[in-house]
């Protein structure tokens, strides 16, 4: 699935970029959040806690055609093919 | 102050301000230090709001769907995508800056343009941007740098792209704007009209100074005009959160999201365990759905009330310090020698929202009539992005908001019963004198 990713602040600075867009065979939040770990290294510990919660410093915000947009709190939640995802 | 051409006024004294007990004093200082380090503060705007700046809430409207764009019409797919947040200003910065001495290393930021810097923040990106249907950084900065010029807040966004989408629909014409086209995403077409308005230049221009309400007056089109009780939208989405709707309905200033910044309740991890707050945090977290806005909101005024009434910044009231008013009861007893505590001032802050409701029913800008938003709030939801289908359900909050303050449903008028409750008996006789029960 492509995920389209928009990195802000300290993600931006990980990643040294703005956005992107990824081209991933993932199902959840979670397979994201080990992508970007594997990637760029130390973003997975920005986002996820040791015990897989959120950590509540920073944001993951998920946007998705025709649906509302939400904070990504439980990172079991699915992604699907075209998928907007902001890391604040 | 602007009628009297008075800019600012300057005081310069020559004593001390005596502090009663300055050791407890500077021990509660440097707690309030503690509790806003980054590392400690959990609050999910603090730490990246001190790297990025105040501009960073660009981006959470944007991605939330909440944008004003052209008068705040919402999402508009035939444009160009509006790009400009945080990342647009720190490739321009020049240095962060905050007030002296404040815990946040960077409110906002001071951005190169030309020969000169300018402190751009949110309201200015939005206010001059999306909501003029402008994308282009270097025009907002152009009109940033005219707008201060000029003395200028930019709540006056709305009542310029009001004018322009009042032409759009034939409402005003040409001979009212003495020849000028109006439309949208031309920065030279808002510098004219905003040069009318300043100088009131021509009836129109005398018009647009006295503000949206004169201008519907005489034209219509107040179902699209951004003001609540006469006092422009400052453009944080209340469609986006419906708990922002309710804010700037019920405010007695008019539509100010300062009023009860932050607009969100506290992150529940943040919330020490001896605070009870008043309302289901995660519910009311919740933003499209109406239930527990009321008492947050109501609990939002209050407690700012008090941090107005401290002079202390709404933007630090951030991690423990959002929800548990101790540490100011601790500052504020070392420098009077008089014991407060948290209870005692969140009661002081009712006291003085009840106040300030009972000042304006006895000017008559205060009932449940005028407690409503623009109507495109109301009825004109979202046809596309983050907050698509979101209007205010504005009359369940407000039933659930006189109840929260215990004003009466119908007209939205402080009862006896919560004045006496508060102390504020010599309000009640005024009431009855001038028969604002009967």
Not at chain 2, 5 to 20: C, L, Q, S, Y
Not at chain 2, 176 to 197: A, F, M, N, R, S
Not at chain 2, 201 to 209: C, K, N, T
Not at chain 2, 267 to 288: G, Q, S, T, Y
Request: proline share 4%.
């Amino acid at each position: 699935m492509k995920i389209h990713m928009v990195y802000l602040v300290h993600f931006h600075d990980l990643a040294g970029k703005d956005e992107e867009l990824l081209e991933l065979d993932i199902e959840t939040a979670d397979d994201l959040i080990d992508y970007l770990e594997s990637k760029y290294p130390g973003m997975g510990m920005l986002l996820r806690r040791e015990d897989g919660s959120a950590q509540p410093y920073n944001t993951a915000i998920l946007n998705r055609k025709g649906e509302r947009a939400q904070f990504i709190k439980d990172f079991s939640v699915g992604l699907a093919d075209g998928d907007h995802v902001t890391l604040i | 102050m602007g009628s009297k051409k008075v800019k600012a006024i300057a005081v310069r004294g020559t004593k001390e301000i005596p502090i009663f007990d300055p050791d407890a004093f500077m021990d509660v200082y440097h707690d309030f230090w503690k509790e806003l380090s980054p590392n400690d503060c959990v609050d999910i705007f603090h730490r990246p709001w001190g790297v990025a700046g105040d501009s960073l809430a660009t981006d959470y409207i944007k991605t939330m769907g909440g944008l004003a764009v052209k008068n705040d019409q919402g999402f508009d797919e035939e444009v160009p995508s509006f790009d400009i947040g945080s990342a647009t200003i720190r490739k321009l910065l020049v240095r962060p800056m905050s007030c002296f001495s404040c815990g946040l290393p960077s409110c906002s930021q001071l951005i190169a343009y030309g020969d000169t810097v300018l402190k751009m923040h949110t309201g200015s990106i939005i206010g001059l941007g999306s909501n003029f249907g402008i994308t282009d950084i270097n025009a907002i900065m152009e009109l940033h740098k005219i707008w201060t010029e000029l003395g200028l807040d930019v709540s006056v966004s709305p009542t310029i792209s009001w004018t322009i989408e009042a032409y759009q629909r034939g409402l005003i014409t040409k001979d009212d704007t003495d020849g000028l086209e109006l439309k949208w995403g031309d920065p030279q077409i808002i510098l004219k009209l905003v040069h009318k308005l300043v100088f009131k230049e021509g009836q129109f221009g005398e018009l647009m100074a006295e503000g949206l309400k004169a201008l519907t007056e005489k034209y219509g089109g107040e179902e699209f005009a951004l003001h609540v009780k006469g006092l422009d939208i400052t453009l944080v989405p209340s469609r986006s959160m419906y708990g922002m709707g309710l804010a700037y309905a019920v405010n007695d200033q008019g539509a100010d999201h300062c009023r009860i910044y932050p607009p969100y309740p506290p992150n529940a991890d943040a919330v020490p365990e001896h605070i009870e707050l008043p309302f289901d945090v995660e519910k009311a977290a919740i933003r499209d759905i109406p239930d527990e806005k009321a008492k947050l909101i109501k609990w939002s005024f209050d407690s700012r009330a008090v941090l107005n009434c401290l002079t202390t910044c709404v933007f630090l009231s951030r991690g423990k310090l959002f929800s548990d008013f101790s540490y100011f009861a601790r500052a504020l007893t070392a420098a009077t020698g008089t014991e407060y505590t948290h209870d005692e001032l969140m009661k002081i802050g009712e006291k003085i929202c009840n106040l300030e409701r009972s000042y304006n029913v006895l000017n008559g800008n205060a009932s449940r009539k005028d407690d409503t938003l623009p109507k495109r709030y109301l009825n004109e939801p979202f046809k596309s992005g983050g907050s698509i289908g979101m209007v205010v359900p504005l009359d369940r909050m407000l039933d659930d908001y006189y109840k929260a303050r215990n004003w009466d449903m119908a007209t939205g008028r402080p009862t006896q019963e919560k004045l006496l409750e508060l102390g504020l008996d010599f309000v009640v006789e005024d009431f009855k004198n001038r028969g604002v029960w009967s």
